[in-house]
């Protein structure tokens, strides 16, 4: 399989397997696909955050509003008290005013924050240095892991307008994701240039399955990225030890100008004329 390391910018996001025979716009439809559930799951994540402190989302029309404000315009909230967490709550009001203040309890906070980790990992761009591909099951297996650990916590389940409900189960409705792609409008570089949709990753990358390749995403229409440096960072980082290394050798070398060498019989220019004519070791004393 042709291993492809996608990059947005200078941002690398994630490896992508693919054959050879493979489309490329199958390949770009994949990419944008990992790229958006990426975005989606890490929202999750910082919403499961804020569920652990303050509970379950308030209605739209309640958000940002106080206790008064609510009771003056007759806004009122029936899924709340229907719907505690497990074990109970503690009261930790929410400065943004978008959460019911339902803090669950320690033990379940701790159940939000493991799936929340564990689901940072399996998404991780470490995982490029560990030369781990990402795949759609792998944004399959995230979703479902983080719906185990909310039922747990709201067996019932959260209301439908809470931004987690609706990225868990893929609402159309949810919130629009920032910087995410559609696939019609994006585009996959490599090398400088746009990679043709009707062609075959073969024909772009070659017959190797072996070969590993980093291709730019990005929206159509955009100006060509800046193409990949030749060294990477490992290797620019050591290059400039090595040079400083010898600039300070170089610097060693000129500091030390000692010229008491010239003194000493191997550093005398003339040493062989005197010794074919039989010149050393004279010394001379007054008569």
């Not at 910082?46 to 029309?61: D, I, R, S, V, Y």
């Not at 193409?227 to 030890?241: N, T």
């Not at 060498?261 to 005197?274: F, K, N, P, T, V």
Request: proline share 6%; net charge negative.
């Amino acid at each position: 399989m042709v291993l492809l390391h996608v990059k947005k910018g200078q941002e690398s996001l994630f490896l992508l397997e693919a054959s050879t025979v493979t489309p490329v716009s199958e390949v770009l439809r994949l990419a944008v696909s990992l790229h958006n559930d990426r975005l989606g799951i890490l929202d999750t994540c910082a919403e499961l955050e804020l569920l652990a402190c303050h509970g379950a989302a308030l209605p739209p029309a309640m958000h940002g509003l106080l206790q008064e404000q609510a009771a003056e315009l007759r806004l009122t909230d029936d899924w709340t008290p229907a719907h505690p967490p497990t074990g109970g709550f503690s009261l930790n009001k929410d400065p943004c005013g978008r959460r019911n203040g339902q803090q669950p309890t320690a033990e379940m906070q701790e159940v939000l924050r493991k799936a929340v980790a564990e689901a940072k990992g399996i998404i991780s761009k470490e995982n490029v240095k560990n030369n781990r591909p990402l795949t759609e099951q792998h944004m399959e297996d995230c979703l479902e892991m983080l719906k185990g650990c909310v039922s747990l916590v709201y067996p019932d389940g959260l209301p439908s307008y809470d931004v987690i409900a609706q990225r868990l189960h893929r609402d159309p409705n949810a919130p629009p994701l920032n910087r995410a792609l559609e696939a019609p409008m994006s585009q996959l570089w490599f090398a400088g240039k746009a990679l043709d949709a009707g062609k075959s990753v073969g024909d772009c990358f070659g017959r190797n399955e072996k070969t590993k390749a980093v291709v730019q995403l990005g929206a159509r229409g955009e100006v060509a990225p800046v193409r990949e440096p030749q060294l990477d960072e490992a290797q620019q980082a050591s290059m400039m030890a090595y040079w400083h290394q010898r600039r300070q050798q170089l610097k060693k070398l000129d500091e030390n100008d000692d010229d008491s060498y010239l003194d000493s019989a191997w550093a005398d220019s003339h040493g062989l004329q005197r010794q074919f004519h039989g010149l050393e070791n004279i010394k001379w004393r007054p008569a």
